[in-house]
């Protein structure tokens, strides 16, 4: 499949951690993939928007030194190292809260069973599968997305990726990952559901299935000593299908694998479908809850502890055909777009999630189009890909504005998002770091 950045990208996998720093002479790499960064950069920015939410500032120059914002000042200063964004709108990095960057292409996309390139990961080498993913994380940074939260990762790869892409030897986005989806044996996407022969189960054996108390512990323990900087709970979806099923998880299965991640400093991301199990991990204090749409029992719980909401809208409305062919007959997209808005209404934080995966890498940017068309208005589109996503990390103080201290990560666009979100669909300067990614 070929992107709109003309890059030729396969199914692929991979992410990162908190710290990402610049390039700096003790990488292990001898031949990093971008230089350092120079000791001082001066940014003039035409319009800036700093914190999104706040007012909009003319002719800022932003002092970037060490991969960091050191100071931004009025008008425009001058210096060893200038970038000249004066007829640009400038902006934070946005933060994409929900990625696979090795979920499917659009070939596997296009046959409708997630069993199946989920299997395939497993099967795949993954030195083929980290050689594909290359050139989708370069893809998810000319896209204007500087950090992403990656939330399933059958290939396994995405802790490699992450630290590689923290030390600079390979140029992507920051990452907050969890390789496996928690759910309880016998839930969606469980060895159960591939339709092998049994002697193959235990190759596509997901990490994160797990019954009962302890096991669940022990599962979730073990993950975050893998390298999980998040976790991702997987609700089944069977709850929806099968009228007869209120819910597959055990409560004290939910809560087990909730508490577990908290005692160990760890989010929550809890992949919702029916009413029942989404409320019962919102009960054990799940953090964001991922999808929808979401009834509104549902928002008026999450307004009550204080979760997070990514809707993702854009995959539900580029899935629906799929949807429909395998016979879901409800509107599932309309639902989701005014259970967004009335989450958004409520005072439930709104967050950045493309689903992103390589099929629809393209449309990575259209969460801003669709959060928008739900009736948000466009400063709230924007806030939920920056100040939203970065509280929602517990990563305020690194990313999410642009102010002193913070990581220099930096987007500029050619129109005002304000009055037109679709210019956000075209980035034309990326900074991560203090490294220009995009010119
Ligand atoms: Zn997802």
């Known amino acids: 499949m070929r992107l709109k950045h003309g890059l030729l990208v396969a199914p692929l996998a991979l992410f990162s951690a908190m710290a990402a720093m610049p390039v700096?002479?003790?990488?292990?790499?001898?031949?990093?993939?971008?230089?350092?960064?120079?000791?001082?950069?001066?940014?003039?920015?035409?319009?800036?928007?700093?914190?999104?939410?706040?007012?909009?500032?003319?002719?800022?120059?932003?002092?970037?030194?060490?991969?960091?914002?050191?100071?931004?000042?009025?008008?425009?200063?001058?210096?060893?190292?200038?970038?000249?964004?004066?007829?640009?709108?400038?902006?934070?990095?946005?933060?994409?809260?929900?990625?696979?960057?090795?979920?499917?292409?659009?070939?596997?996309?296009?046959?409708?069973?997630?069993?199946?390139?989920?299997?395939?990961?497993?099967l795949i080498r993954q030195s083929r599968i980290t050689l594909d993913t290359l050139p989708v994380l370069r893809a998810v940074l000319s896209n204007g997305f500087t950090t992403i939260r990656g939330l399933f990762d059958p290939a396994s790869i995405s802790y490699d990726l992450r630290d590689a892409i923290a030390r600079?030897?390979?140029?992507?986005?920051?990452?907050?990952?969890?390789?496996?989806?928690?759910?309880?044996?016998?839930?969606?996407?469980?060895?159960?559901?591939?339709?092998?022969?049994?002697?193959?189960?235990?190759?596509?054996?997901?990490?994160?299935?797990?019954?009962?108390?302890?096991?669940?512990?022990r599962a979730v323990r073990e993950e975050i000593k893998r390298g999980a900087d998040v976790i991702k709970l997987r609700t089944a979806d069977l709850a929806m299908s099968d009228p007869r099923i209120r819910a597959v998880e055990y409560p004290e299965e939910v809560r087990a694998i909730i508490e577990t991640a908290h005692r160990l400093g760890r989010k929550v991301a809890v992949h919702s479908a029916a009413t029942a199990p989404t409320l019962q991990a919102l009960e054990a204090g799940a953090d964001t809850i991922e999808h929808g749409p979401i009834e509104d029992s549902v928002v008026a719980m999450m307004k009550k502890t204080g979760?997070?909401?990514?809707?993702?809208?854009?995959?539900?409305?580029?899935?629906?055909?799929?949807?429909?062919?395998s016979g879901i007959t409800r509107d599932l997209y309309g639902e989701a777009r005014a259970s967004a808005l009335k989450a958004y209404r409520l005072g439930v934080p709104i967050l950045y999630g493309s689903d992103f995966m390589p099929a629809l890498a393209a449309s990575q940017s259209g969460e801003f189009r669709e959060l928008v068309g739900a009736g948000l208005p466009p400063v709230e589109a924007i806030r939920a890909a920056t100040v939203n996503a970065a509280k929602a990390l517990d990563m305020s103080d690194k990313v999410g504005s642009i102010a002193p201290g913070k990581f220099a990560d930096i987007v500029a666009v050619d129109g005002d998002p304000l009055a037109d979100i679709t210019v956000l669909e075209k980035v034309g300067f990326v900074m991560k770091d203090g490294r220009v990614m995009k010119r």
């Open 168 to 217: 600079g030897e390979v140029d992507g986005p920051r990452m907050i990952v969890s390789e496996p989806q928690f759910m309880v044996a016998g839930g969606d996407l469980d060895t159960a559901s591939f339709k092998l022969r049994e002697p193959l189960e235990p190759i596509v054996k997901n990490r994160g299935s797990c019954a009962g108390v302890e096991d669940c512990r």
């Open 307 to 325: 979760a997070a909401y990514t809707p993702t809208l854009i995959v539900v409305q580029r899935l629906m055909p799929l949807l429909r062919k």
């Open 24 to 122: 700096t002479a003790q990488s292990p790499n001898p031949a990093p993939v971008a230089a350092a960064p120079p000791q001082r950069t001066i940014i003039h920015a035409g319009t800036l928007i700093a914190e999104p939410g706040k007012p909009p500032r003319q002719r800022q120059s932003i002092i970037v030194e060490g991969g960091v914002i050191k100071d931004i000042v009025d008008g425009f200063v001058d210096g060893p190292v200038v970038i000249d964004l004066s007829n640009r709108y400038v902006l934070p990095g946005f933060i994409d809260m929900h990625a696979h960057v090795t979920g499917p292409s659009e070939s596997e996309l296009g046959d409708g069973d997630p069993a199946f390139w989920v299997a395939r990961r497993h």
